[in-house]
T-cell receptor, first 114, second 113 residues
């Protein structure tokens, strides 16, 4: 079974702090994704990576950056956390070229910015 | 603009009945559509995929239909159980790039014993 793990289930940070959210997958998937999920807004894509060191902006990249130095690891960085970044953050991975793009999600990190 | 719509109101049904959830989309012709289940505080879990040339797909008590003319997918759970209570999301490859999905807002299903 594909396993996607995220570094923390719950995280509390202060406004202005730099925040790192890490995601690791163990199935050698090329594609990795970061979403945030908010009530009434659904899942929104922040960034997507299709290979090591490659990234593409999603629908809401402002205030975020990402890093993919190794195939299995995809990090989301909040350079200066703000209260409007309080949310559930979900990482996912998928196999490239599978013509189905089933995504496998991690358990999520609930981030609270005070 | 491209849009995916799911009923944002919760669906409450009695145990043993069939639950039917709807996913409508506009301005696109996707090659396939996926359904995911999400439990509170958890990440979504893939359930079923149906391709544009498939009218219906089944997996145990789950059935998905895909009407590309109506631009609609229906997700059915037969003989529903309280354990089926969750939020169900549909997802489409709207950019046809073969790598990114756009998710609907999800419909919460509550099955009462």
């Amino acid at each position: 079974d594909v396993k996607v793990t995220q570094s923390s289930r719950y995280l509390v940070k202060r406004t202005g702090e730099k925040v790192f959210l890490e995601c690791v997958q163990d199935m050698d998937h090329e594609n990795m994704f970061w979403y945030r999920q908010d009530p009434g807004l659904g899942l929104r894509l922040i960034y997507f990576s299709y290979d090591v060191k490659m990234k593409e902006k999603g629908d809401i990249p402002e205030g975020y950056s990402v890093s993919r130095e190794k195939k299995e690891r995809f990090s989301l960085i909040l350079e200066s956390a703000s209260t409007n970044q309080t949310s559930m953050y979900l990482c996912a991975s998928s196999l490239a070229g599978a013509r189905s793009d089933t995504q496998y999600f991690g358990p999520g990190t609930r981030l609270t910015v005070l | 603009s491209q849009k995916i719509e799911q009923n944002s109101e919760a669906l409450n049904i009695q145990e043993g009945k069939t639950a039917t959830l709807t996913c409508n989309y506009t301005n696109y012709s996707p090659a396939y559509l996926q359904w995911y289940r999400q439990d509170p505080g958890r990440g979504p879990v893939f359930l079923l995929l149906i391709r544009e040339n498939e009218k219906e797909k089944r997996k145990e008590r789950l059935k998905v239909t895909f009407d590309t003319t109506l631009k609609q997918s229906l997700f059915h759970i037969t003989a529903s159980q309280p354990a089926d209570s969750a939020t169900y999301l549909c997802a489409l490859d709207l950019n046809n790039a073969g790598n990114m999905l756009t998710f609907g807002g999800g419909t919460r299903l509550m099955v009462k014993p």
